[in-house]
């Protein structure tokens, strides 16, 4: 493992431990004053610039304040001299939601840019599988790639 893709691991894991507690301060650290984010809820149109990345997390703490897990399962990073990716699977959500669904996994794509020698989120994409219709899913999946999913 190179040292940038350990400093990512690094940035990531601290932003998710951020995101537990509810630090706000740490949550938009090391993030891009043009930060672009794709989001589970709405705007459909994303959220982009600082200033509005960091007015979308109050609600999502008051829910995590309820007792609900957001922690990472497994993540990878790669990484070159100048930009950077790096997905995760993370367990989030409430005991009752993690206890109907255990396999349920959000999940999580960055793109980061090194600024002034220092690694920065410049693109965050979070999303869940859609499951209010299993079966139609694998039709439309299966009409889409000529096989099963």
């Keep these: 493992?190179?040292?940038?893709?350990?400093e990512i691991r690094t940035l990531v894991k601290r932003w998710a431990a951020a995101v537990h507690a509810g630090d706000l301060a740490a949550v938009i650290d090391?993030?891009?004053d043009d930060i672009v984010m794709f989001d589970v809820p709405p705007p459909y149109e994303g959220v982009h610039g600082i200033d509005a990345y960091r007015e979308v997390w109050p609600g999502?703490?008051?829910?995590?304040?309820?007792?609900?897990?957001?922690e990472i399962e497994s993540l990878g990073v790669t990484a070159g001299a100048e930009v950077a990716f790096a997905h995760a699977l993370l367990r989030c959500g409430t005991s009752q939601e993690l206890a109907e669904r255990p396999?349920?996994?959000m999940r999580l794509t960055l793109g980061l840019r090194k600024e002034a020698g220092r690694?920065?989120?410049?693109?965050?994409?979070h999303s869940f599988p859609d499951l209010s219709d299993p079966e139609a899913d694998q039709q439309v999946w299966a009409s889409i790639s000529g096989c099963p999913r």
Excluded at 1 to 6: C, I, V
Excluded at 120 to 125: L, R, S, T
């Design 1 to 6: 493992m190179t040292d940038d893709e350990q």
């Design 30 to 32: 090391r993030h891009a």
């Design 60 to 70: 999502f703490f008051a829910w995590q304040a309820q007792g609900a897990l957001f």
């Design 103 to 105: 396999e349920m996994r």
């Design 119 to 125: 690694w920065v989120v410049a693109h965050e994409h």
